[in-house]
């Protein structure tokens, strides 16, 4: 792994370690200081393999033995103790819920080594079920399951697993791991850098989980395929079928700036599911849309999550299942849009064509990137301030730039973009990264979406063509504004695959035009 390589992860995993840290123990020392009132019952349950968790169990008040209650199980997030969310908890326990919130293995006082949602992993959490209903009033007949991040990962995996339970809410988590960190066959170096970090803190790796980080930052070709199939094998993707046939009623919620899991994978995952389901894309980064939630305040994604849980859980008739299943809110507006499905999101398709040969060097940073993980996309959250470029003065000789007519009226740009090129290669591997911009009067470029691609193994001078899903959003442009499309080969949330010296030639042949298509929504 290159110096810079190393660099990045280095800032990467100390900025990981602050704000753990610092979730930590707010999330940690706030709740617990309430723990006492709440009736928090603090417990060790034996997980696979003889591993002790540690747990918090939370029933509602005056419970009686005799009755039985729903069962919610909350695993945690990635680095986060199991206090992590009583406050939720005691808000389920109040409408009558047992639930039972557990450390996952590997982290904090719990046992064992991080597994990172391996077969392990899924094996606790049938375990913590076993646990609740043989000591915990809790009914067999109506068990969910619900987390944040590496929690929402663990409750897909397990209800495909175990099909006592009956509903999840998977919020800020994954479906496809690799297409998460390494979409476009590119390694998303900050989002592992930010895991890696974390964990080294809070937990304990397994030497096969510090295995896979080191062949993913040294970029090892020959070990590609292992970590593929090691993340199929943690994707709830990989057993759908399993999940459907289980008939499990699946809610989603993820952030349209998520750096850790981007929202594609999620929607794509959505469009699989037989049973009832729901999608859930707002702005943010990843895991910031549930965080005031987390402290007990005024939080629509948990709002939704109790939602659900009452729907598929006790049967109330709260009408979330007659809403709309597809529920977007813009980056741009204040309000909530419904859509039937996912294909709905973005009916309209605009092409914005890629006319002539534009060559750039490589190596370089024109300037034009996705952000910093986090930070970018929470700015973007608080203040609609994405990461900014001046499309004028990125300079061609590294950034290759198109742009579209200024548009009359404003353009509502809803779900995924897709970039169609052909490039001609001087060098056998390559990175390059595509950006969409709106632009304003003065040639001030504010990002819409992004995303990497690398190829390898491709014959020099010989062209080829590229097909790559930016990532999903919700953007309205303004009315006398431009698009722009920005393809440049270094940006510092990637790892790049440029050799010294190497270029890429773009082109639109005559029967292979390159485009770039914007989804749009029907006015």
């Not at 019952?41 to 009755?67: C, M, Q, W, Y």
């Not at 819409?448 to 899903?469: D, M, N, Q, W, Y």
């Amino acid at each position: 792994m290159g110096h810079q390589h190393r660099k990045a992860l280095r800032t990467t995993a100390v900025g990981a370690v602050s704000a753990t840290l610092v979730a930590g123990g707010v999330l940690g020392l706030a709740p617990a200081a309430h723990a006492a009132d709440a009736g928090v019952r603090f417990v060790d349950i034996t997980g696979e393999g003889g591993t002790v968790l540690k747990a918090n169990v939370v029933t509602p008040a005056g419970a009686d033995a005799s009755h039985r209650y729903p069962l919610v199980v909350l695993p945690t997030s990635w680095g986060l103790p199991q206090v992590e969310y009583l406050a939720q908890a005691q808000q389920l326990a109040d409408s009558g819920y047992v639930v039972l919130t557990y450390n996952v293995r590997g982290f904090w006082q719990s046992g064992g080594e991080i597994e990172v949602a391996g077969p392990p992993d899924v094996a606790d959490a049938s375990k913590v079920i076993d646990w609740a209903l043989a000591n915990t009033p809790s009914d067999a007949r109506h068990i969910g399951m619900a987390g944040v991040s590496y929690g929402a990962g663990i409750s897909l995996l397990a209800a495909a697993h175990d099909k006592r339970i009956k509903a999840v809410a998977a919020l800020s988590g994954w479906a496809d791991l690799i297409g998460s960190i390494y979409s476009g066959r590119t390694q998303h170096v900050q989002a592992a850098g930010l895991l890696d970090g974390a964990s080294l803190v809070t937990g304990r790796q397994s030497a096969e989980l510090r295995q896979i980080f080191d062949d993913f930052y040294a970029s090892n070709l020959a070990k590609e395929q292992d970590m593929i199939d090691w993340g199929k094998k943690r994707s709830a993707g990989t057993y759908v079928d399993q999940l459907n046939q289980n008939g499990a009623a699946v809610m989603l919620a993820n952030a349209w700036g998520d750096t850790v899991f981007p929202p594609n994978q999620y929607a794509d995952f959505y469009e699989k599911l037989t049973g009832p389901k729901r999608l859930e894309l707002r702005p943010g980064d990843h895991a910031t849309a549930e965080l005031t939630g987390l402290f007990g305040l005024p939080n629509d994604v948990w709002t939704d999550t109790r939602r659900w849980l009452d729907r598929y859980l006790k049967g109330t008739d709260n009408g979330i299942d007659r809403e709309l299943p597809v529920r977007l809110k813009s980056r741009s507006s204040g309000g909530y849009e419904g859509y039937p499905d996912w294909k709905s999101v973005g009916a309209t398709g605009r092409k914005i064509d890629l006319a002539g040969t534009t060559t750039i060097r490589t190596n370089v940073d024109s300037g034009a990137d996705g952000g910093i993980v986090f930070l970018s996309s929470i700015l973007d959250q608080a203040a609609q301030l994405p990461p900014v470029a001046s499309i004028p003065l990125l300079p061609r000789r590294w950034a290759a730039v198109w742009q579209s007519g200024k548009y009359a009226t404003a353009q509502h740009i809803r779900g995924t973009a897709e970039l169609h090129t052909t490039v001609t290669p001087t060098k056998e591997s390559g990175t390059l990264v595509a950006y969409l911009y709106d632009v304003g009067p003065l040639g001030l470029g504010k990002l819409v979406s992004h995303a990497p691609c690398t190829f390898h193994g491709r014959t020099p001078g010989k062209p080829f063509g590229i097909g790559l899903e930016l990532y999903s959003t919700a953007y309205d442009v303004p009315a006398g504004h431009r698009l722009a499309l920005v393809v440049d080969t270094v940006d510092p949330l990637y790892i790049e695959h440029n050799p010294p010296g190497a270029q890429l030639t773009f082109s639109s042949p005559a029967n292979d035009p390159s485009y770039v298509s914007i989804p749009l929504r029907e006015q």
